[in-house]
């Protein structure tokens, strides 16, 4: 293979290679072949047109045209001349196509659904780097600054993903660079001459290159620091203080100090990715639950508290974290003279469903769950450590139901100071009007609470506000205001609107994050839905705590104790525990054999009965697919053990009894077991130099690989055979050479240490011969073929120049 056609493939590896961390962005991905496809495309025009040859800026031109010709075919053959020429109709339908693309990317969360725009935009992007990369490294000779797209093409992907692209898809990146880079340097040694390139190559026996010599250094060099630099690229970003995790890292904005009793959690903010989960085209279930309430209305699951309201947004305060206790303490603020219910409640989240906050009733009491969970006290959260995640998590929670009065709320006293302190800040910059619309609407309240309800009723009932999750999302002070002229907007509005203006009054308030309680199927199990993702505030009463209110229209339901006008009723004793038919839940939920093919198209099922093994629908694995994962398993597990399998297979063939028995036969095995012995030193750190006569080698090898006694002697022992083989008129071949190897291999293996014992045994060095043979084949198909096709090519230009008489 030609040192350009090395380049164009590499710079097509290199691509596709980088492009796979686009690969979790979208489901299905089959984008990716597509893109595969008209990258090859680019990659055969640019050959061609470099074979010619034409000038470099009309290959690029060439390469740009065949671009434009498959785009058109595979987005706009309907509305291009002839499915393949895009004339104005099928350059606007492209137009439209991306604009499309564009709002899908906004409008979904991640793995988005594969939507013809955003097929377009990753075909067209991905393609798009490919030429640069193509046009600098092959058509300019400039590999390392095509690092540069490759760069850019990654660094998309782990922005769209939230610094969430994992360390496999950057190692495969970096390593699609490396390998163009090093195809680059091997094709520069090659216009040496034959001293860095011809040899190396070839990889003749006898030649210094071959046998591992000086002229390697260049190559195995730049292997080295390659791979020493990818490793540096991603351990040292661990070893760096405020980087989060550098690769490693989830890339959530959210993390843990820490492994002991201390640490703390950073702020995050998960308001953004709900709207895009308001979004979704399907309701995928995230989990599934089965609880003793005999309400689940009021079960919210929540994630996440965001008591920090800066004027930019609201967010997680940066607070210490603890191991998870056995029992969680009292909630802040709850008197035992309100009446409260034990519930308890088993999840099972979905594989698919990956999140570092639990989702819980508030406020939890105990938690059972496994894994790697810290207990954020001043929230109650728990909150993943070390990529602990929610995928396929399986937990129970008991939590309380505070159920207190109306009269027991708006008779609550003052917040602790400190509460106050921290939980009515709001920023200098909140704009009057949002001030004023508070007093405004809370004119005639008596108490916090009767504001507090004045508020919510204002926003989900009497102030003519509309729920519109296509509303533009935005947490700050000047969102707030424009919520509030406009009148439009989704829960992250609502919630954040009413908790700032709970907090210009003088009630403490925060906004929770989580879902709602979801929808109860006919098994009697309850199925929590993406589009179940919602924002609440929560309002702070001193004997109560922290209180839910629901401000957003036509979403989740309102507390029981927010619809009374008037307080009354008198303070009840403490609740005990309710125990119901269903007092004792299974450890996970099961599939209802209740549930007909008829209903399940129905959706009568649930949204989505893939969570775990319990929600299967029985259909059994594919056969097909696990055999065919096993195999792939079976060979990467195998291919660390081929050098010491083929060394293995090798020594076998040149040690084991011959086919012959005559002079020739017997010459053969004599050399063959010769270069098995080398092949050993070899292994043992002694590299071969076959320039020197067989006397001289083994002299090299018995002193380099300080070998004595009996190994020693058959060194010697079997080089004079070699000898008498290779210069006697009469060569008489030695008896027992195949011995005579053992016992040098035995000497060298007692000689040796440890490691290199190791080394010896499953990565021989020798065993680099196996990749000159296979080397040394391509060699000679690729001159078979140049040679036939030159005489194709002279005989057709033979029959071309002949005349008419002359055919004849």
């Known amino acids: 293979m030609s040192g350009r056609a090395r380049l164009t493939l590499a710079s097509w590896g290199a691509t596709l290679m980088a492009a796979g961390a686009l ?34 800026p009309l290959t690029l031109l060439a390469q740009v045209a065949a671009v434009l010709l498959a785009l058109t075919l595979f987005f706009a053959r309907e509305q291009a001349i002839l499915w393949l020429i895009p004339g104005p109709e099928a350059l606007t339908h492209s137009a439209d196509l991306f604009r499309a693309g564009a709002e899908d990317v906004g409008r979904y969360a991640i793995p988005a659904p594969d939507t013809e725009g955003i097929r377009l935009m990753l075909v067209g992007g991905v393609v798009a780097i490919g030429l640069l990369v193509d046009a600098l490294a092959v058509t300019f000779r400039r590999a390392a600054p095509a690092g540069l797209p490759l760069l850019a093409l990654y660094s998309v992907a782990a922005g769209l993903s939230g610094g969430g692209a994992g360390w496999l898809w950057f190692l495969l990146a970096a390593s699609g660079y490396l390998l163009l880079l090093l195809a680059e340097g091997r094709d520069r040694l090659s216009q040496w001459g034959r001293v860095f390139g ?58 843990t100090g820490g492994r002991g009793p201390g640490g703390t959690i950073t702020a995050v903010n998960p308001l953004v990715s709900l709207q895009d989960n308001l979004r979704q085209p399907d309701d995928r279930e995230v989990l599934r639950y089965r609880t003793n309430a005999r309400d689940t209305s009021n079960l919210y699951l929540r994630l996440v508290a965001l008591d920090q309201f800066d004027g930019a947004s609201w967010k997680s305060s940066v607070r210490p974290i603890e191991d998870v206790p056995k029992q969680l303490p009292w909630p802040e603020g709850l008197g035992q003279d309100v009446k409260v219910t034990e519930v308890t409640s088993n999840f099972v989240a979905s594989e698919a469903y990956e999140q570092r906050w639990l989702p819980m009733p508030y406020p939890a009491g105990r938690v059972d769950i496994d894994g790697k969970w810290r207990y954020e006290p001043a929230g109650r959260m728990l909150v993943g450590d070390d990529k602990q995640t929610t995928s396929g998590v399986r937990y129970q929670v008991s939590s309380l139901d505070v ?13 602790p100071a400190k509460l106050r302190a921290e939980y009515t800040k709001v920023p200098a910059s909140l704009p009057a009007d949002v001030r004023e619309a508070a007093r405004e609407v809370t004119k005639g309240a008596r108490n916090d609470y009767e504001r507090a309800v004045k508020l919510q009723d204002w926003f ?13 999302s935005g947490t700050g002070v000047q969102a707030i205001s424009r919520f509030l002229k406009d009148k439009e907007g989704f829960c992250v509005h609502f919630s954040f609107s009413m908790a700032a203006m709970a907090r210009s ?124 994962i096993s195999l ?111 016992r040098i291999r035995a000497g060298f293996h007692a000689s040796a240490d440890r490691t290199a014992r190791l080394r010896a045994r499953f990565a021989p060095r ?34 071309f120049r002949r005349t008419p008489r002359e055919a004849g």
């Not at 072949?33 to 495309?41: D, E, G, K, R, S």
């Open 766 to 799: 020798s065993a680099v011969r196996l990749r000159w043979e296979a080397s040394a084949r391509w060699s000679s198909v690729a001159t078979a073929w140049s040679l036939r096709r030159h005489a194709l090519l002279t005989r057709g230009a033979s029959l």
């Open 23 to 56: 690969l979790p962005l979208v489901k299905p991905a089959t984008w990716i072949f597509t893109a595969a496809f008209v990258l090859a495309l680019v990659s055969g025009v640019g050959t061609l047109a470099r074979r010619v040859p034409l000038a470099r």
């Open 198 to 255: 011809g040899a190396q190559r070839s990889g003749r026996p006898g030649s210094t290159v071959a046998s591992g010599g000086p002229a390697f250094a260049p190559a195995r060099t730049g292997r080295r620091i390659g791979a020493v630099a990818m490793g540096v690229a991603m351990v040292v970003p661990l070893a760096l203080p405020g980087l989060s995790g550098g690769l490693f890292g989830g890339g959530s904005g959210e993390g």
């Open 505 to 628: 009054l003088g009630i403490p308030a925060r906004v929770a994050v989580g879902f709602m309680p979801g929808t109860t199927q006919t098994d009697g199990s309850v199925s929590v839905g993406i589009r179940d993702a919602h924002a609440w505030p929560e309002l702070y009463f001193d004997g109560a705590g922290w209180m839910r209110f629901e401000p957003t229209p036509s979403r989740g339901s309102t507390p029981v104790y927010t619809w009374q006008d008037k307080p009354s009723g008198e303070a009840t004793g403490p609740a005990q525990p309710q125990q119901s038919a269903s007092a004792q839940p299974s450890a996970a939920p099961s599939a209802s054999e209740s549930c007909t093919p008829q209903m399940r198209r129905l959706g009568d099922c649930g949204p989505d009965t893939a969570v775990g093994g319990d929600f299967s629908d029985g259909s059994g694995v594919d056969p097909l697919k696990v055999a065919l």
């Open 460 to 472: 989900a009932k009497d102030g003519g506000f509309r729920y519109d999750v296509e509303v533009t």
């Open 632 to 742: 792939g398993a079976l060979v990467v597990l195998a291919l660390p053990f081929v050098p010491m399998l083929w060394r293995t297979r090798v020594r076998a063939r040149r040690l084991g009894p011959g086919g012959g028995r005559g002079p020739e036969d017997l010459a053969a095995r004599t050399l063959a077991v010769w270069q098995e012995i080398t092949d050993t030193a070899w292994d043992y750190g002694v590299e071969p130099d076959e320039s020197m006569t067989p006397r001289k080698t083994a002299a090299r090898i018995v002193r380099l690989g300080e070998l004595t006694g009996e190994p020693a002697d058959a060194v010697h022992r079997t080089a004079r055979a070699v000898e008498e083989v290779l210069y006697a008129p009469r060569p008489v071949p030695a008896a027992g050479l195949a011995e005579e190897a053992a």
């Open 403 to 415: 159920l207190p009065t109306a009269g027991q709320l708006a008779a609550a006293g003052q917040a």
